[in-house]
């Protein structure tokens, strides 16, 4: 029977061993550093790009609606974007850096219920004019702080269905005097 050849001595092996030049402990520190900032670049970055069917759609593709609100001190009229898929919906006013007096954003239901709605990824203040099925402004929501996640609703004491959320700029019901009770004149309310 042959006997295996005894593996050599540790410390032989680290004799046998060639020191690695400078060049090389300095190749090998700068490729370390480099995996470090990559990782702690893509930790800060995110996921990655947004995939294509999350990406934001245009404004200009949104349907377009007038809208005229009716106060005590008159009409007030607008030209409002009409979030009329769910996508849209959740895409709603996000990224918008700023809007103008004359337009808003209607979020209608299908059904009237209850609607929660929220600011994250809104740059912007908005006023939340919450509308029952004939039109009329059950509660708003005056200048909603930008990105909160807070959830925005009616509150507890109003207990009428919503049929849409109205989301016109910060401080624009205060300006033009829309209240609670006012009514909306679009298509979407009978």
Not at 77 to 90: G, K, L, N
Not at 157 to 164: F, L, M, S
Request: aromatic fraction near 6%; proline fraction near 9%; charged fraction near 20%.
């Amino acid at each position: 029977m042959r006997r295996h050849p005894s593996p050599p001595d540790r410390s032989q092996q680290l004799r046998r061993a060639r020191p690695l030049s400078r060049a090389a402990l300095t190749l090998a520190a700068d490729l370390m550093l480099a995996a470090t900032l990559i990782l702690a670049a893509a930790l800060m970055l995110g996921p990655g790009p947004v995939p294509a069917a999350q990406a934001l759609e245009s404004l200009d593709a949104f349907p377009r609606s007038p809208l005229e609100i009716r106060t005590e001190s008159g009409s007030q009229r607008y030209d409002v974007w009409i979030a009329d898929t769910p996508a849209r919906s959740q895409q709603g006013l996000m990224f918008v850096k700023a809007l103008h007096a004359g337009q808003g954003m209607l979020f209608p239901l299908q059904r009237p219920g209850v609607m929660r709605m929220w600011m994250k990824d809104t740059l912007i203040p908005l006023d939340m004019l919450f509308i029952d099925a004939h039109g009329q402004i059950i509660y708003i929501r005056h200048n909603a702080t930008p990105e909160s996640e807070a959830i925005i609703t009616t509150p507890a004491p109003v207990i009428t269905p919503v049929k849409a959320v109205l989301e016109l700029a910060g401080g624009e019901c205060a300006r033009r005097h829309i209240e609670q009770g006012d009514w909306v004149i679009n298509g979407f309310f009978y």
